[in-house]
């Protein structure tokens, strides 16, 4: 019996392309974002309580690169700095105001440009 790929092929004269499962699941490397050096970096600290219950978060904006490469950022500054936070919508969060802290590990790090 055919399948209905081949039967709609036979009537609008259109080739069926051959989807593997390999097709469905590779990644394409142009999709993947480049994460750009420590020193190009343009990294802006700023402290919020906005929204949060009276609670101060350091928000550090203006990463560009992967999200892989932006939560290992998030872990390393949450571990130097002994407190928690989280990376998510392009912004590292960190809890409590911690921004000359963070500033001295930024630079530490190689992330020069930092604010």
């Not at 020193?39 to 350091?58: D, F, I, S, W, Y």
């Not at 407190?83 to 590990?105: C, M, N, Y």
């Amino acid at each position: 019996m055919e399948d209905w790929k081949s039967k709609l092929s036979a009537l609008t004269g259109v080739p069926v392309p051959e989807v593997t499962e390999k097709d469905i699941y590779e990644e394409d490397d142009a999709d993947k974002i480049q994460t750009l050096p420590p020193k190009q970096q343009k990294l802006r600290l700023a402290m919020e309580r906005t929204g949060r219950g009276g609670k101060t978060v350091t928000i550090i904006r203006g990463f560009v690169g992967s999200e892989d490469d932006m939560n290992a950022l998030c872990k390393l500054l949450k571990q130097k700095c002994g407190v928690g936070g989280t990376a998510k919508d392009g912004e590292i969060i960190i809890q409590g105001d911690h921004r000359p802290r963070l500033l001295e590990i930024l630079k530490n790090e190689g992330y020069s440009n930092s604010k």
